[in-house]
């Protein structure tokens, strides 16, 4: 069982380009997260999905963009990205079922850097 | 002010030596609290949660909820060089609902 992948693992990127960075979960969790790891920062949440077809904004949404088409796949997508957008970028997914063992488990990241 | 506040260090300690990590928040209604590991260049990955106040023990692990005092530990008994990592708090005020997460304390054992 993979858990979690996230594609490309790393990436260097001219500002004003777009960028897809791809999730992809096999443990059938209703719920996935993107989050951006900062020094000093933390984590902290871009955008989450409940279910497929369903999308909310987190604490830093601006300049992102999400979509859930199915149950494993939830793409994070930056428009046209600014360097202030360098981050390290993490997917997570929870069942979200009401048990008491309900929590998030990540992806290993994406790496973004943009000049 | 941040939900939840957490020193980001960093600690360093000699192996064998137990590890004090702490969290405050200042939210009431986070009922559900976890302490997440996260390896140098790799995903978080969850260690110990709790729900309420109390204590729970895995092994080595200890972790410690007193909700009267919005204050969270984790204790680390004869730590390793292997528990050199960052450890991250995180709190929920439901289960499975969307966690806020402290800064991350980095800590690395000597051998």
């Known amino acids: 069982i993979a858990g979690i992948t996230q594609a490309p693992t790393s990436q260097i990127l001219a500002a004003g380009r777009r960028m897809t960075l791809r999730c992809t979960q096999d443990?059938?969790?209703?719920?996935m997260y993107w989050y951006r790891q900062d020094l000093g920062l933390g984590l902290r949440l871009i955008h989450y999905?409940?279910?497929?077809?369903?999308?909310g904004k987190g604490e830093v949404p601006d300049g992102y963009s999400v979509s859930r088409a199915n149950t494993d796949d939830f793409p994070l997508t930056l428009a046209s990205a600014v360097p202030s957008q360098t981050s390290v970028y993490f997917c997570?997914?929870?069942?979200?079922?009401?048990?008491?063992?309900?929590?998030?488990?990540f992806g290993p990241g994406t790496r973004l850097t943009v000049l | 002010q941040k939900e939840v506040e957490q020193d980001p260090g960093p600690l360093s300690v000699p192996e064998g030596a137990i590890v004090s990590l702490n969290c405050t928040y200042s939210?009431?209604?986070?009922?559900?609290f976890m302490w997440y590991r996260q390896y140098s260049r790799k995903g978080p990955e969850l260690l110990m949660y709790?729900?309420?106040?109390g204590n729970k023990e895995d092994g080595r692990f200890t972790a410690q909820v007193d909700k009267s005092s919005k204050y969270i530990s984790l204790f680390i008994r004869d730590s390793q060089p292997s528990d050199s990592a960052t450890y991250l708090c995180?709190?929920?005020?439901?289960?499975?609902?969307?966690?806020?997460f402290g800064e991350g304390t980095q800590l690395t054992v000597n051998p």
């Open positions: 997570a997914s929870s069942d979200s079922s009401g048990s008491i063992t309900d929590t998030q488990y």
């Open positions: 443990m059938r969790h209703n719920a």
């Open positions: 999905s409940n279910t497929a077809g369903t999308t």
């Open positions: 939210n009431s209604a986070f009922q559900y």
């Open positions: 709790t729900y309420s106040s």
């Open positions: 995180a709190m929920s005020a439901r289960s499975g609902s969307r966690l806020t």
